[in-house]
């Protein structure tokens, strides 16, 4: 009746090691003893119980704990502690029950739904979401009605309640499975369907499921209480609820004789509770941010002095600086951005310096992992969470602004920076139009009022290239096009008219022929708002058609700076001339690198080699 | 934006006709001869031939589950076997208490389930963000009616601060009506208040980890802005939770309203549950179906809302 709050993906798990983690968690060993308590008596009660828990002595009612009772007597003058222990049973004989019924329905159900989709799904979710939408309550106390208030009959409904649960979960699960290469895999080596459930399926749900039977088990014990406390079930086998119900309403005189099954139940409930969130959380990537002092860790790491003599070149900063730093739009010097991981700090960039003047066009050039975004993240202030960035200094403006406090460095943002970023589609909000989306910085950051701040919107649009400015501000995200909505994007960071432009991979989302086109649109407002623009890319292409100056990343480190046109002709590093060649097969710039090639034999070697390399896709061409 | 109203009405009235009727055949299956159960064991074969013939059981069952129906979709549900008055009346006089605790204890969720997510949300790993996750642990399982009787022990016996048991009409005493369903909407809120935290806490932080969500900084917008973004993207999955529990509420309200004492829909479906009057049991089934419906459907027009994808599908 109740969602369990699980991620749709779950790491596959080994049997032994979840078991053997599991054995590492204090609390979650506490909860599965106190379970295991709670087993022994519900197995052990007709050797463990001291009287009959049906026997009625009347000089035992509303007896207080003590002589030969140590729980005392019930209102009909019974043994508490045998009743209790009897309880138990009850408890777990029902949770069982409940627990293998939800498990038969709700388990195949998912895993069909998941594995076939279409109309199996379908009908599979609409009775499990109808299931959802039903007072099971009330049901329950019709069936009961009708049952001759028969215990099993109950809890078997009880499990046909509580199935959605294991459906939801299940079916989740094989989906992520299903959209896996190595069911395909099986599929085309001829693996019949039975087996491949079989196998690869039921190993997959397998965590989960666990998990959702300590939670199941902890509702439907919760549950069946409820019921008999309204009176459900046998009167002659003892149950907790029962006892609770006996003990409510007797409950200003004699209040230990409530106390006694609701501790029982509670504590009961809260082990289930406690064994399902322990297994969840192992089960589960959960990534928590660091706290403060994590990140000052962090920071103590990049700062300090480097701990032995072999890593010395990596505390000396590399690449250049080409400008006063009062002249630049843009001066970082020496920095670092480390992360925090589990097995200490890993620092993505070692030691950066580079500037860029007003009116100058920065090509930032590396492959993935080279730092090269996280420098761009740092300018803006916006590392994602884990990442800090200690830095000699950092200039914007022919400003010192590195050692600022992080609210005064958002202010520059959007006044003095702009910011293009990669994916179009994943940058604009879902769920509020365009319009919405460039207006409100307008009207806040910038103070224009609606209507000014709705024809400048408009104004920006049409300047980026747009020709039905209406319809895209009326427009939501999915309505439009990925290279309308980097042009958008475009008009958003250059409506505040910035002084340093950033841009991060702006054109390799986009298809071929609008990337030509960005960056054209790129070069035209850099000139037009005189800005400084700091472009990111993987691309010589892209430096080629719009860069004045490169700087050249690896590993965190700059090998190399230059003008665009010195580093086609000498790069100077041959990590440099190896990116070069590897853009031979990019359409934008080939001209110019053409013409590199031409005045440069030097380069003929590589040329041949790269040739061969990306052979198959000329070919393809 | 039409189509889509249309579309969910029409799941919701389907979903109403296929619960009542699996409820009517289910009880006439389950029940079987209601008469020993509605007059005990000591009357004559004679005297319940009579009763069947009175209430119509002794007619074919597709016969008497078209007279219920057809009669049921004017929203008349007949009336009850034991004492013969309109099952309308009955439920006039107790549908309202309960629907005003569980709606009490639904907005008490909501308003304070945002609250506590979004606080847990903005600093992942504090102190707030621990003690939800303990309670959500503790809490997702404990019955409402368990949490009710701790409730009353330590609030209203040990401290007095509000009655234990009774209900008190808003049309004699507003305060006194607030009182009284005080404990009972609590006792029904906790586990609720968690579930809806711990699931948009956990919404808030996918979304804050998400491309736009830099970008919409990367503009200059404030955080308490950006946190407003988060926010309506994060909010589908706490608010089909927060229906969900709806739907938890009314039936733990029924165990709850014992424990307090509350003339709601709890001790009326507990009575016609133990003597087999199906009348009773079928309009209560039907009565809290409606309820769900209207709450899954507002539920879909402030996803709509929320977000513009859904209104197209």
């Known amino acids: 009746m109740t969602a369990a709050p699980f ?10 090691s979840l078991w053997r983690r599991y054995l590492r968690r204090p609390l979650g060993v506490v909860a599965l003893g106190v379970l295991m308590v709670v087993v022994a008596a519900a197995v052990l009660a007709p050797w463990l119980s001291p009287f009959d828990p ?27 502690l045998s009743r209790l222990l009897y309880g138990a049973r009850t408890t777990l004989f029902g949770a069982v029950i409940t627990c293998v019924a939800g498990l038969l329905l709700g388990v195949p159900a998912g895993v069909a739904a998941g594995y076939f989709g279409g109309v199996t ?78 196998t690869h399926m039921l190993r997959a749900v397998y965590a989960p499921i666990v998990v959702q039977t300590a939670l199941t088990a902890g509702i439907a014990i919760g549950m069946q209480a409820g019921l008999q406390f309204l009176g459900i079930g046998s009167a002659s086998t003892p149950s907790w609820g029962q006892m609770m119900n006996d003990g409510f309403k007797n409950m200003l005189t004699y209040p230990l004789i409530l106390l006694w099954p609701s501790i029982a139940l509670g504590v009961t409930i809260a082990a289930l509770a406690f064994i399902g969130s322990t297994l969840a959380d192992l089960i589960s990537v959960r990534t928590e941010q660091p706290a403060r002092r994590a990140r000052l ?70 492959e993935s992992g080279s730092g090269k975004t996280q420098t761009i993240f740092t300018v803006l202030d916006l590392l994602p969470s884990g990442g800090t960035a200690v830095a000699d200094g950092i200039w914007v403006d022919g400003r010192e602004v590195g050692r600022l406090p992080s609210a005064e460095r958002a202010t520059l943002l959007g006044r003095s920076i702009g910011y293009v970023p990669q994916e179009p589609m994943s940058n604009l909000d879902p769920c509020y139009t365009v319009e919405r989306q460039l207006v409100e910085p307008l009207r806040h950051v910038h103070g224009l009022s609606k209507t000014a701040a709705r ?35 475009i008009a958003g960071a250059v409506a505040g008219r910035p002084s340093l432009l950033v841009a991060d991979e702006p054109t390799t989302a ?18 037009e708002y005189g800005m400084a623009l700091v472009i990111v890319t993987h691309n010589f292409g892209v430096v080629a058609d719009i860069c004045d100056r490169v700087v050249v990343m690896k590993d965190g480190r700059i090998v190399e700076t230059g003008p665009v046109e010195r580093i086609f002709r000498h790069p100077e590093d041959p990590y440099t001339a190896e990116l070069i060649s590897a853009s031979l097969d990019d359409t934008e710039g080939r001209h110019e690198l053409d013409e590199a090639w031409d005045r440069d034999p030097r380069l003929d070697a590589d040329l041949d080699r790269s040739a061969a390399h990306v052979g198959g896709e000329d070919d393809a061409r | 934006m039409l189509s889509f109203i249309a579309k969910r009405l029409l799941s919701g009235i389907l979903l109403l006709v296929v619960v009542t009727s699996g409820t009517f055949f ?132 040990e401290l007095r601060w509000f009655p234990a048991i009774g209900y008190v009409s808003p049309d004699q005493s507003v305060g006194g009506w607030l009182r009284s369903i005080t404990l009972p909407s609590v006792s029904l809120a906790l586990g609720a208040i968690v579930m809806v935290g711990e699931q948009l806490r956990n919404g808030f932080l996918q979304v804050a980890n998400q491309d736009f969500v830099r970008t919409l900084r990367a503009r200059g917008l404030s955080g308490r802005r950006v946190t407003m973004h988060v926010l309506r993207n994060a909010s589908p999955a706490a608010l089909t939770v927060l229906a969900l529990l709806f739907v938890g509420l009314l039936g733990g309200a ?60």
Request: proline share 6%; hydrophobic share 50%; charged share 15%.
């Open chain 1, 510 to 527: 986009l298809d071929v022929t609008v990337q030509a086109e960005v960056l054209e649109l790129l070069r035209e407002l850099q000139q």
């Open chain 1, 297 to 366: 860790r962090v920071r103590q790491a990049l700062a300090g002095p480097a701990p032995a003599p072999g890593d010395l070149p990596d505390r000396v900063s590399s690449g250049t600086h080409e400008h006063q730093a009062a002249d630049c739009a843009l001066r970082i010097e020496n920095l670092r951005v480390g992360y925090a991981t589990p097995t200490g700090v890993k620092e993505v960039v070692r030691g950066v310096s580079l500037d860029a003047a007003p009116g100058e066009v920065l090509g930032i050039v590396g």
């Open chain 2, 26 to 157: 289910l009880a006439y299956l389950a029940v079987g001869d209601p008469t020993p159960g509605l007059l005990g064991n000591s009357a004559t074969p004679a005297q319940q031939a009579a009763l069947r013939t009175k209430i119509g059981y002794d007619q074919p069952l597709l016969v008497q589950f078209w007279n219920w129906f057809s009669n049921a979709a004017t929203g008349d549900f007949g009336t009850s076997w034991r004492n013969f008055q309109p099952v309308n009346d009955q439920m006039a006089l107790r549908v309202p208490v309960t629907l005003s605790v569980v709606v009490v204890a639904t907005v008490l969720s909501a308003v304070i389930g945002v609250a506590v997510g979004i606080a847990c949300g903005l600093r992942p790993g504090g102190m707030l963000d621990r003690g939800l996750k303990l309670a959500s642990v503790v809490l997702f399982a404990l019955p409402g009616f368990w949490v009710s009787l701790v409730l009353v022990m330590w609030f209203a016996i």
């Open chain 1, 121 to 198: 799904d379908r009908v599979c979710s609409w009775i499990s979401d109808a299931l959802q939408s039903v007072p099971g309550m009330i049901v329950l106390l019709v069936v009961a009605a009708g049952t001759g208030q028969d215990f099993a009959v109950l809890m078997v409904a009880l499990g046909i309640f509580l199935a959605p649960g294991y459906y939801r979960i299940t079916r989740a699960r094989a989906l992520a499975v299903r959209r896996e290469p190595y069911i395909d895999a099986a599929r085309v080596a001829g693996v019949t369907n039975p087996r491949i459930l079989r």
């Open chain 1, 455 to 489: 024809a400048r919107a408009r104004e920006v649009l049409v300047r980026v290239g747009i020709t039905d400015p209406d319809r895209v501000l009326a427009s939501y995200p999915h309505q439009i096009s990925g290279g309308m909505a980097q042009r958008v994007l």
């Open chain 1, 7 to 16: 991620p749709a993906t779950l790491a596959p798990v080994k049997r032994i």
């Open chain 1, 54 to 80: 049906n026997l009625v002595d009347f000089k035992l009612t509303h007896a207080t704990p003590g002589d030969g009772h140590p729980l005392g007597g019930d209102s009909a003058g019974r043994d508490i």
């Open chain 2, 254 to 313: 029924i165990v709850v309203e014992i424990v307090f004492n509350l003339p709601g829909i709890g001790s009326l479906t507990q009575s016609a549950s133990q003597i087999g009057d199906i009348p009773v049991l079928l309009g209560l089934t039907a009565v809290t179906v409606v309820f769900v419906v209207i709450v899954n459907f507002l539920l879909d027009l402030v996803l709509g809302w929320v977000n513009p994808k859904v209104r197209e599908r």
